[in-house]
T-cell receptor, first 113, second 115 residues
Framework: NAGVTQTPKFQVLKTGQSMTLQCAQD?????MSWYRQDPGMGLRLIHY???????DQGEVPNGYNVSRSTTEDFPLRLLSAAPSQTSVYFCASSYSGPDQPQHFGDGTRLSIL | GNSVTQMEGPVTLSEEAFLTINCTYTATGYPSLFWYVQYPGEGLQLLLKATKADDKGSNKGFEATYRKETTSFHLEKGSVQVSDSAVYFC??????????????FGSGTQLTVLP
């Protein structure tokens, strides 16, 4: 009963490095999304996908790329890490859209030095 | 655009106390409203929702009523337990299309319940 799995749980990067945060769900959900959580700011939507091959930008997409080649996976790529991207990142999925109960992963804590 | 304002925390209560966490919103039309809860070290979980004015969402002893006239969705519980200690997020989905029809979260309210 895995639900939404995010890897890694923790990561430290140097400015300018790139990396991919992985997200996988085993519930056959069409809708997936990425959020960042910063102190005092709640969660802000980075990118989302309504199905395989379809992605769109959220509120704070700059510096991040996504792709959705399969229903199960929705990786988030940091192209050139910056200290402002230090945050906790959450992946979420739901059956068909954001108005359905979102299933969240446990998060990835990312620090950019 | 859409926005959600929550009361600032942290909130500290004794077990069996009454809880209110205030939430007000700004949105066009009639958004759907949600409360999510985040336990330590975990992702968010949906606690309750309401989709139209005067609807009351309820779950695990928590309640919230969609008040269109005051644009509010305050979370209440009559008797909190230590296990309710968590961060609570109010959220909405607007009626617009595209990225505007996505979850907009408040900043979260940390609740600590002492035995």
């Amino acid at each position: 009963n895995a639900g939404v799995t995010q890897t890694p749980k923790f990561q430290v990067l140097k400015t300018g490095q790139s990396m991919t945060l992985q997200c996988a769900q085993d519930m056959n959900h069409e809708y997936m999304s990425w959020y960042r959580q910063d102190p005092g700011m709640g969660l802000r939507l980075i990118h989302y996908s309504v199905g395989a091959g379809i992605t769109d930008q959220g509120e704070v997409p700059n510096g991040y790329n996504v792709s959705r080649s399969t229903t199960e996976d929705f990786p988030l790529r940091l192209l050139s890490a910056a200290p402002s991207q230090t945050s906790v990142y959450f992946c979420a999925s739901s059956y068909s859209g954001p108005d359905q109960p979102q299933h969240f992963g446990d998060g990835t804590r990312l620090s950019i030095l | 655009g859409n926005s959600v304002t929550q009361m600032e925390g942290p909130v500290t209560l004794s077990e069996e106390a009454f809880l209110t966490i205030n939430c007000t919103y700004t949105a066009t039309g009639y958004p759907s409203l949600f409360w999510y809860v985040q336990y330590p070290g975990e992702g968010l979980q949906l606690l309750l929702k309401a989709t139209k004015a005067d609807d009351k969402g309820s779950n695990k002893g928590f309640e919230a009523t969609y008040r269109k006239e005051t644009t509010s969705f305050h979370l209440e519980k009559g008797s909190v337990q230590v296990s309710d200690s968590a961060v609570y997020f109010c959220a909405l989905i607007g009626i617009s299309s595209g990225s505007a029809r996505q979850l907009t979260f408040g900043s979260g309210t940390q609740l600590t319940v002492l035995p």
